[in-house]
């Protein structure tokens, strides 16, 4: 390994065998922005702390790096990385001489977005349309006074999963890299 990656690594393992992790004030300040995106789009606290780490870091950081510097479990760090990698919010970075995996964020908002959409809004939005036709079914067999009304209502829930289905990919395209 080289000498700069080698004391890299000593300096992670020494910040957090001593005082746990320390993080610089931007380095606090990032992590405490994406764990908020985080927070906004459902997703657990360690998603955002590990990706605001990897963002601000300057080298690549393993599991136990990450683990480390933000003092959170292994199993949180695992499944946080586990997600950015679903998400494609994170690559892997191969270390010579190294066995671990050592990833980076990815910096295009487009990959990040499109992934997320791919994994958490394209579902949905394809669910939705076997929901509305099962809602549609459900609406026939329903008699009375506000039958008329319930039909408007169906048909706007209709309307939104189209128009959910084809704004999507534009909004995708519009965000750009």
Same mark, same amino acid.
């Given at each position: 390994?080289?000498?700069w990656f080698?004391?890299?690594?000593?300096?992670?393992?020494n910040?957090g065998?001593e005082?746990g992790?320390?993080?610089?004030?931007?380095?606090?300040?990032?992590v405490?922005l994406f764990v908020r995106?985080?927070d906004?789009?459902n997703?657990?606290r360690?998603?955002? /702390?590990?990706y605001?780490?990897?963002?601000?870091?300057?080298?690549p950081?393993c599991?136990? =790096?990450c @683990?480390?510097? $933000?003092?959170i479990?292994?199993?949180s760090?695992?499944?946080?990385?586990?997600?950015l990698?679903t998400?494609?919010?994170?690559?892997?970075?191969?270390i010579?001489?190294?066995r671990?995996?050592y990833?980076t964020?990815?910096?295009s908002?487009?990959?990040i977005?499109s992934g997320?959409a791919?994994e958490?809004?394209q579902?949905h939005?394809?669910s939705a /349309?076997d929901?509305i036709e099962?809602i549609?079914?459900?609406?026939?067999?329903?008699t009375g =006074?506000? @039958?008329e009304l $319930?039909?408007?209502?169906?048909?706007?829930l209709?309307?939104w999963?189209?128009?959910?289905g084809k704004t999507?990919?534009l909004?995708?395209?519009?965000?750009?890299?």
């Amino acid at each position: 390994m080289a000498g700069w990656f080698v004391q890299y690594k000593l300096n992670i393992m020494n910040q957090g065998m001593e005082n746990g992790p320390v993080l610089s004030e931007l380095e606090r300040e990032v992590v405490a922005l994406f764990v908020r995106m985080a927070d906004v789009l459902n997703l657990p606290r360690s998603v955002g /702390e590990i990706y605001g780490i990897l963002f601000i870091s300057k080298e690549p950081l393993c599991l136990d =790096d990450c @683990r480390i510097r $933000l003092n959170i479990s292994k199993g949180s760090t695992s499944q946080g990385l586990k997600i950015l990698r679903t998400f494609g919010a994170i690559r892997t970075v191969y270390i010579q001489g190294d066995r671990k995996d050592y990833y980076t964020a990815e910096t295009s908002l487009r990959k990040i977005a499109s992934g997320f959409a791919s994994e958490q809004i394209q579902p949905h939005v394809a669910s939705a /349309e076997d929901r509305i036709e099962r809602i549609r079914e459900l609406l026939a067999e329903e008699t009375g =006074d506000d @039958r008329e009304l $319930l039909d408007e209502k169906i048909e706007l829930l209709g309307n939104w999963q189209k128009k959910a289905g084809k704004t999507l990919p534009l909004v995708l395209k519009l965000i750009g890299s």
